[in-house]
């Protein structure tokens, strides 16, 4: 069973009058332990599928099932729950707290658990040993470089050993260089059996999962494969239906 399985979603607004699809019938399956990519340029519905697939935002019509649990019709603090004990964000921005330090900031969504603070020093200081960050832990934020702050994002969103990480352009505030070595990070977590989906508009970055889910105008307009050899272009349905 997939973790993640969306069935004909649609987001509609309402705007002087006029209805504005963002998104309009997609079906989708995340199967667990996947690396995949959803690309598409601004305006194409990709930062609303992953807000509704993150369980930040609710669908206007359609169905959503994470790991077992269908999430369309949960109130927002069944969704804020969903979100802390399921699912991991990574932004392009870090988001970050500046005045605390780097394992105050990798311990927060655990605070939110109601975790002790033994084991949320514990899990903060495996969740940096990851992303080879465990000798910064007393640093703040603006000690560090860009590189340096978003794998402690990227300890953050492991810490409460999520089902499924969203990544939502990553790498967008680095250098390349810089931002090459987050990807390479990315590999690592899905080569451990991490799910993982990165939102990008840069077919580069898509590039390096082996899924990739294109969004155009609302909709699923091509998904790419690479581990379905001879197959490379599959049309715009859902996997496994």
Do not use: W
Not at 134 to 154: C, T, Y
Request: proline share 5%; hydrophobic share 40%; glycine share 8%.
């Amino acid at each position: 069973m997939a973790l993640v399985h969306l069935r004909n979603v649609s987001k509609i607004y309402h705007l002087g009058g006029e209805e504005i699809r963002a998104l309009d019938n997609v079906s989708l399956d995340i199967e667990r332990g996947e690396f995949i990519s959803i690309i598409g340029p601004s305006g194409s519905g990709k930062s609303t599928l992953m807000h509704i697939l993150g369980c930040l935002d609710s669908p206007t019509k359609g169905t959503i099932e994470l790991d077992g649990t269908m999430i369309e019709k949960a109130s927002a603090r069944e969704l804020a729950a969903i979100r802390n004990r399921k699912i991991g964000f990574v932004f392009q921005f870090f988001n970050l707290l500046p005045r605390l330090n780097v394992l105050q900031n990798v311990e927060l969504p655990m605070v939110y658990s109601g975790v002790s603070g033994r084991e949320r020093k514990t899990r903060a200081i495996d969740a940096l040993r990851m992303v080879d960050l465990e000798n910064r832990s007393k640093h703040r934020p603006m000690q560090l470089s860009g590189g340096q702050q978003q794998r402690v994002a990227i300890a953050r969103a492991l810490v409460n050993s999520p089902k499924i990480i969203f990544a939502d352009e990553p790498t967008g505030n680095l250098d390349s260089h810089t931002g090459e070595a987050i990807l390479d990070l990315f590999r690592n977590l899905s080569r451990e059996g991490r799910t993982i989906a990165l939102v990008t508009h840069d077919p580069e970055i898509a590039a390096v999962t082996p899924r990739r889910i294109e969004i155009r105008d609302g909709k699923i307009s091509q998904q790419t494969d690479a581990r379905l050899a001879g197959l490379d272009r599959l049309p715009a349905t859902p996997l496994g239906s």
